[in-house]
């Protein structure tokens, strides 16, 4: 096999033999020490994605934290086990008599663990409601989450809790478990404009958040975001209370914030749409089971698995993620991670994935347990390209310089849609994996895995590994 970056390899490293820690390219070299990591630090797996000896291993056989790129191992079993046309079910079951659109008593939603629940399809599952027949509920929401218990109190995983990647899996996960503002700064020391793009009532914000000068890096860590229940009558609602601020640099931007309290948000999204839609409601949202066995008033489907997949890999959502892999456990019974990772650990040597050299937590790579190598993720690639499931698998990642997390990276390059990675960051991390069309005209796969506490801003490492498999250095 010959490619651009074996040619490269060769030139520079006349001597190199395949092993555990070859030396690196030059220009990877380069970048890795200008980034002042060490050799050590970085996990590297080249190889053409269809078969043949890999092109060059650094360091690939070491365990390390691979952030989101962790998801590929979901996404690929998922599509495996599950199939193309997984989809979730959500009912809905009415538990009064219905007569001239009112309902004397309960609606009960049996949540299904849909990942894919954002406001405007549960809008839609509301206008079904209303076109069967239903216009007034006298009664409570009864949510059924059983499917998925909640999790133990842990610590939390970092200091921003506010964010929305830092979502909880939810049996009726309603909008990712997050709401959307939209943030317009006026001028400096002036107010910044906040409006809400998700539907919810009743809802009070106290804005507190001032515009500021200065350049718009990182804009996201100088905000802050919090709820906190409030009871207006018989309405119970919610306050959020923004702090911080935004550079009139930004321009407009949309900050995404987690809602801790899901049944009380489940709540606000329903009533608020429910209300649109020229319904009334006069009781509550509350926690309930449903036997099982009842023919559902109406029935909500999400999105096909492929489809779900890509919304999830195109943007790194980390709850979509463990939605997900908690769905690779079901089994008729209630989900949990221990019932996923035993069908994902039975899964693995089909594949011809090492199962000891996987440490698995909840499959989204927002762990800091996680762990694997860079030979492991390059063999998840093969696997997965000689799947009949590759066309799926692939259409779900970030084209290189187009779209998801890679739409701003390489834009003016040759390599700009000729390649398919899925990224990641932590704090110490920063990884990348997928397939790149070489300047020839072959498909390579490669795994990259930097684990060191300046491995976040070494995006010119993951840059000189692609320029490299293209063929441009």
């Not at 309902?103 to 409601?129: E, F, K, N, V, Y």
């Not at 892999?325 to 693995?348: H, I, P, T, V």
């Not at 390209?385 to 698998?393: A, G, K, L, N, Q």
Request: some cysteine; charged content about 20%; aromatic content about 6%.
């Amino acid at each position: 096999m010959s490619s651009p970056l074996l040619r490269l390899i060769l030139a520079s490293f006349a001597s190199l033999t395949l092993c555990a820690h070859a030396a690196l390219p030059d220009p990877v070299a380069r970048a890795v020490r200008e980034a002042g990591l060490p050799p050590e630090s970085v996990g590297l797996w080249i190889a053409p994605a269809a078969g043949g000896e890999p092109t060059l291993l650094h360091n690939a056989n070491t365990l390390m934290n691979p952030a989101s790129v962790m998801k590929l191992i979901t996404s690929y079993a998922a599509l495996d086990q599950l199939g193309p046309a997984y989809t979730w079910k959500t009912g809905a079951v009415l538990r009064g008599p219905l007569q001239d659109g009112v309902l004397d008593g309960d609606l009960a939603i049996i949540g299904s663990g849909d990942p894919s629940l954002t406001w405007d399809r549960l809008g839609q599952w509301l206008r079904d409601w209303r076109s069967r027949g239903l216009r007034q509920i006298r009664g409570n929401i009864v949510i059924d989450a059983s499917l998925i218990p909640a999790a133990p109190v842990s610590a939390p995983f970092d200091e921003a809790q506010h964010r929305a990647y830092n979502a909880q899996p939810d049996a009726f996960l309603v909008n990712f478990g997050a709401l959307s503002l939209r943030l317009t700064p006026t001028f400096i020391n002036g107010p910044v404009g906040a409006e809400v793009l998700t539907p919810a009532a009743p809802l009070r914000i106290v804005n507190r958040l001032r515009s500021s000068n200065g350049a718009c890096t990182d804009w996201r860590s100088a905000l802050r975001g919090s709820f906190v229940p409030e009871s207006n009558g018989k309405d119970k609602g919610m306050v959020l209370t923004l702090d911080g601020r935004l550079s009139v640099s930004c321009g407009e931007r949309q900050l995404n914030l987690k809602v801790d309290d899901s049944l009380r948000w489940a709540s606000l999204v329903i009533r608020a749409q429910w209300q649109e839609l020229g319904g009334s409601w006069s009781g509550d949202a509350v926690r309930g089971s449903v036997p099982v066995g009842l023919v559902p008033f109406s029935t909500w489907e999400s999105q096909t698995l492929p489809e779900v997949l890509r919304d999830m890999n195109k943007w790194s959502n980390n709850v979509m993620a463990r939605q997900i892999f908690l769905a690779l456990g079901a089994d008729g019974g209630a989900q949990g991670s221990d019932k996923s990772l035993a069908r994902l650990q039975a899964w693995m040597p089909a594949q011809g994935l090492d199962a000891t050299q996987w440490i698995v937590e909840n499959g989204s790579g927002l762990s800091r347990n996680e762990r694997s190598t860079a030979a492991q993720l390059g063999t998840l690639l093969r696997s997965a390209w000689r799947s009949p499931r590759m066309p799926e698998f692939v259409m779900g990642l970030p084209v290189i310089g187009k779209d998801g997390t890679m739409r701003s990276r390489l834009i003016d390059t040759p390599l700009a849609g000729r390649g398919y990675v899925k990224t990641g960051t932590l704090d110490g991390v920063k990884s990348a994996a997928g397939y790149v069309l070489d300047a020839q005209g072959n498909w390579q796969a490669f795994a990259l895995i930097l684990n060191h506490p300046k491995a976040p801003g070494a995006e010119a490492v993951v840059e000189a590994v692609l320029r490299g498999i293209y063929g441009m250095q």
